[in-house]
Antibody, heavy 120, light 107 residues
Framework: EVQLVESGGGLVQPGGSLTLSCSASEINVSNNYMSWVRQAPGKGLEWVST???????YYSESVKGRFTISRHTSKNTVFLQMESLRPEDTAVYFC??????????????WGQGSLVTVSS | DIQMTQSPSTLSASVGDRVTITCRASHSISRWLAWYQQKPGKAPKLLICDASSLESGVPSRFSGSESGTDFTLTISSLQPDDFATYYC?????????FGGGTKVEIK
């Protein structure tokens, strides 16, 4: 059974940094299109970033230049490094898997989410 | 950016009702559209991809259709387990965008 498990969330002050991890089982993060999607409290879903198997990365305008998506192949883990955090970045961050670009970047597996709260 | 306008934002219905949720894309997205179901405190669950392809294991009472830039999710006979929030997502182009969501409530 495919499992994606996020960790690393917590409370951080505005301007601070935090790194989320997404540990995968039964899939290889290097062969899939791994993404982060967030959901602010009481709000809808917002795509954040996607990492292609070939290494290409995509970011939403709201996080470009502040967030970095990466992976560690041997640990089978995807990361989201978040810097210069703002109160509006407060959200549950979901890790999600898409198969490939040919079939399209929609998400068939999701983690349970990790809450990031940006507040002083 | 491709905007996804979803309606209604809230829908009150009874068990057994036929329910229709609509998503309109601001630009042509062909059939590059997915539908998700989300329950409180849980991750979204993929229901439909490519506008009308039912994901494995999803009950057949769920169906999707497309007409130009208008997309519809239909639940033919609402069941107690279906009370949730539903989102559409376009994957024609970056940035990937979601509709604002439709909360299906018990009437």
């Amino acid at each position: 059974e495919v499992q994606l498990v996020e960790s690393g969330g917590g409370l951080v002050q505005p301007g601070g940094s935090l790194t989320l991890s997404c540990s995968a089982s039964e899939i290889n993060v290097s062969n899939n299109y791994m993404s982060w999607v967030r959901q602010a409290p009481g709000k809808g879903l917002e795509w954040v970033s996607t990492l292609y198997s070939g290494g290409s990365t995509y970011y939403s305008e709201s996080v470009k230049g502040r967030f970095t998506i990466s992976r560690h192949t041997s640990k089978n883990t995807v990361f989201l490094q978040m810097e210069s955090l703002r109160p509006e970045d407060t959200a549950v961050y979901f890790c999600a898997r898409a198969l490939d670009e040919v079939r399209g970047v929609y998400f068939d597996y999701w983690g349970q989410g990790s809450l990031v709260t940006v507040s002083s | 950016d491709i905007q996804m306008t979803q309606s209604p934002s809230t829908l009150s219905a009874s068990v057994g009702d036929r329910v229709t949720i609509t998503c309109r894309a601001s630009h042509s997205i062909s059939r590059w559209l997915a539908w998700y179901q989300q329950k409180p405190g849980k991750a979204p669950k993929l229901l439909i991809c490519d506008a009308s392809s039912l994901e494995s294991g999803v009950p057949s009472r769920f169906s999707g259709s497309e007409s130009g830039t208008d997309f519809t999710l239909t639940i033919s006979s609402l069941q107690p387990d279906d009370f949730a929030t539903y989102y559409c997502q376009q994957y024609k182009d970056y940035p990937l965008t979601f509709g604002g969501g439709t909360k299906v409530e018990i009437k």
